[in-house]
Structures are given as C-alpha cells and as structure tokens.
C-alpha cells in the first residue's frame, strides 16, 4: 500500500485546510487510518484516526472540535478537515494506515505500518 498526502500549505490562523490522502491498493477499505504529525523539533504526535467502517474516530485533545477525519472507501482516501487552524497547528502532516483489521483506531505511531510522505502545514499568526 502507498500512501500520498496532498492539500497542506499556508494560512493564517482562523483559516481552514483540507488535507487528504490517497491510497493504492484493493484493501484500503480494511485499514484503519491515521493522521499524525510532527513540529520542528518535535516528536511525531497523533492527530486523529478513523476505523475501516469510518464508523468509529478518535482525535487528539489539542485538534478536538476543530479537525474531523472522514473517509470515501470508493475512492480510496482518507481526509483531515482542519478548522480554526491556530499557529500551533504548524507541522508536516503525515497519514498512516493500520493494518489490523477490525481492530479499535489505536493512537501510537508505531502501530502504523503504511505511511504517506507528509505535507507541511504552515499556520501564520
């Protein structure tokens, strides 16, 4: 499975961005997925995930309320609706899939198997 993130760039806080992220492959539609992502001299932190149903998701304290993680199995894409953005918000944004199927949206970046190669989000204040 690859993994493309698209839809990053700059805006100014209060604005909004919609990042996605295509995958190849037929079992996309087994895979809970992921967004995770990492400042400059940060460690890599998680964002939000969704489950291969899209009927189940989990956020971060810090993007709750403001971000919504949706997905189009027919399309084979994962998106990150951001909102509110605030410059805190600034990092490369990463999607990742899980592949454990059935299994609840885990959290820690090291259950992740399949990553996207990042696109940067730059929030100026």
């Known amino acids: 499975v690859q993994l493309q993130a698209s839809g990053g760039g700059l805006v100014e806080a209060g604005g909004s961005l919609r990042l996605s992220c295509a995958a190849s492959?037929?079992?996309?539609?087994?895979?809970?997925m992921g967004w995770f992502r990492q400042a400059p001299g940060k460690e890599r932190e998680f964002v939000a995930a969704?489950?291969?149903?899209?009927?189940?998701?989990y956020y971060a304290d810090s993007v709750k309320d403001r971000f919504t993680i949706s997905r189009d199995n027919a399309k084979n894409t994962v998106y990150l609706q951001m909102n509110s953005l605030k410059p805190e918000d600034t990092a490369v944004y990463y999607c990742?899939?899980?592949?454990?199927?059935?299994?609840?949206?885990?959290?820690?970046?090291?259950?992740?198997?399949?990553w996207g190669q990042g696109t940067q989000v730059t929030v100026s204040s």
């Open positions: 492959g037929r079992a996309f539609s087994r895979y809970n």
């Open positions: 990742a899939g899980d592949t454990i199927y059935g299994g609840p949206v885990r959290v820690l970046s090291a259950d992740y198997t399949y």
């Open positions: 969704i489950s291969w149903s899209g009927s189940s998701t």
